[in-house]
């Protein structure tokens, strides 16, 4: 059999998170299985549905690098289809016309609701063996069976089982003639070929009601993955203010692609205690068998941990254009600049995100307005002045400018004043950013460039001279 995984978001909004994970386990299953993955776009919801979703529902498949075989299919595109299976259901005696009146239909709900009953249709046109009239306004419901019970074994859930009597006949059609969603997802998964379901488990209710459709059209049944949801970081469902952003909004944040996949796999799935998967790892290892069966919160700072951790060990060659999207200034508008990539190399193991790691690096590139008061006093005195004019001396003499002869300058200067490094070191990262937060001192001046440096510290020194520094 053909692993033919699918999946089938709606253009009603962005691709949240919990989505992103079901399009990730789903694309895992396939590539481990040598499968294929179908996208179809549920847009059956007219009203609620945007070509603007569906492109940003593309673009972060496309930014977490989650191809797809087939599609995208659009139901909309299909609606001759599902109006072909709705009548060969009515001719087969598995459907029927249903007249009743939302006003009917809201009524016997509120009576059901003071009885105290689960509150569903109560089969009055089920026998009533209605056609269509011109001018009266039908849905179509299923015939679903009035005993017995649906059972399905799931990947994640183990067996589990309803009893007819409690799924009512469901619409198929509604009066507007549109398929709704049961429907039509049973008509795409039979005519896909899906070979696996993997979903959100807030999706098991549906899948009795799938079963008894896929049953009437005599069609053999997908095998079902019933995904935990993912809670916020409060462990409450979902939204907006507990994590649940568009996908790319994780982007604009400067997280890396495969840090958010990383994040998600290790979000309701494990593999021992190992936090890092390359994707052929992933591919490689996943199965449903080490899929959580109960919902995992999501935890930004993990994320950034992650992401961090994938900052740090990507190639310059790649963070180049990553980090340049966020920097502040215009790379071509400047002169005489150290190499972008030697200065992310120097803090990308410091930074969680392309923005911090954009932010840091840009006193390599913009003069210092600013001197911090507090570092000021705590490092600098009246004799500040004075060696750093020396060190610029010494580094004006260097016949080559590397991490190396930067080094062995600063040592002998220390040495021959008998003084601690940080009474240099200090001083001079205040003089080329402003503050103490720089990497270390030797390899952030190599990146800085000679002339750069000594120019800053001359700026520096004559700060000093203007300013009286009161000795701490
Ligand atoms: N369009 C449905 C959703 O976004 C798909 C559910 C399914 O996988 O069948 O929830």
Redesign the pocket.
């Known amino acids: 059999m053909q692993v033919i995984t699918?999946f089938?978001?709606?253009p009603t909004g962005y691709l949240h998170l919990g989505?992103a994970r079901?399009a990730l386990f789903n694309w895992l299953f396939a590539r481990k299985s040598d499968g294929k993955l179908v996208l179809r776009i549920?847009d059956t919801d007219r009203q609620r549905s945007t070509d603007e979703a569906t492109q940003v529902i593309l673009s972060a498949m496309e930014w977490l690098g989650l191809d797809w075989d087939e599609g995208p299919y659009y139901q909309t595109q299909r609606l001759e289809r599902y109006k072909e299976v709705i009548a060969q259901l009515l001719e087969q005696g598995d459907a029927y016309l249903c007249s009743c009146t939302p006003e009917r239909l809201g009524k016997l709900r509120m009576e059901q609701k003071d009885k105290g009953i689960k509150p569903r249709y109560d089969g009055h046109c089920r026998n009533a063996g209605l056609s269509r009239k011109p001018g009266e306004n039908y849905v179509v419901r299923f015939k679903n069976p009035l005993s017995g019970s649906v059972s399905f074994t799931d990947h994640v859930h183990g067996t589990v089982t309803v009893q007819n009597s409690e799924l009512d006949d469901l619409v198929l059609e509604r009066s507007d003639g549109m398929p709704t969603?049961n429907l039509a997802?049973v008509v795409d998964d039979m005519d896909m070929k899906i070979s696996h379901?993997i979903?959100?488990d807030d999706?098991i209710n549906?899948t009795f009601r799938q079963i008894n459709l896929f049953r009437a059209l005599g069609h053999p049944l997908p095998e079902f993955a019933h995904v935990p949801l993912i809670l916020g970081s409060d462990r409450k469902r979902m939204s907006k203010r507990n994590g649940d952003v568009n996908v790319l909004d994780y982007r604009d944040r400067g997280i890396l692609p495969e840090a958010l996949i990383n994040y998600l796999v290790r979000l309701g799935w494990s593999r021992g205690d190992q936090e890092f998967f390359t994707r052929e790892e992933m591919i490689q290892h996943f199965d449903f068998a080490q899929i959580n069966k109960s919902s995992a919160g999501f935890d930004m700072e993990k994320l950034l941990w992650m992401n961090r951790h994938y900052i740090g060990q990507t190639s310059i060659d790649r963070l180049v254009p990553e980090v340049k999207k966020f920097l502040s200034f215009r790379m071509h508008d400047l002169e005489n600049c150290p190499d972008l990539g030697s200065a992310i190399k120097l803090h990308q193991e410091r930074a969680s995100t392309l923005v911090e790691l954009a932010n840091q690096i840009e006193y390599l590139f913009k003069p210092v307005k600013n001197y911090d008061a507090q570092a000021l006093s705590k490092h600098c005195d009246e004799f500040t002045a004075e060696l750093l004019q020396e060190i610029c001396i010494v580094f004006s003499d260097l016949e080559c400018w590397t991490q190396e002869s930067i080094s062995t300058a600063l040592k002998t200067v220390v040495r021959s004043k008998k003084m601690k490094f940080p009474h240099l070191a200090q001083p001079l990262r205040i003089a080329i950013s402003g503050s103490v937060q720089t990497p270390s001192i030797d390899a952030t001046l190599a990146v800085l460039g000679c002339f750069e440096t000594i120019q800053r510290t001359q700026s520096f020194i004559k700060y000093l001279d203007k300013e009286t520094i009161s000795p701490n």
Do not use: A
Request: net charge positive.
């Open positions: 699918r089938p978001p709606s989505g079901t549920e969603y997802v379901v979903r959100g999706h549906n």
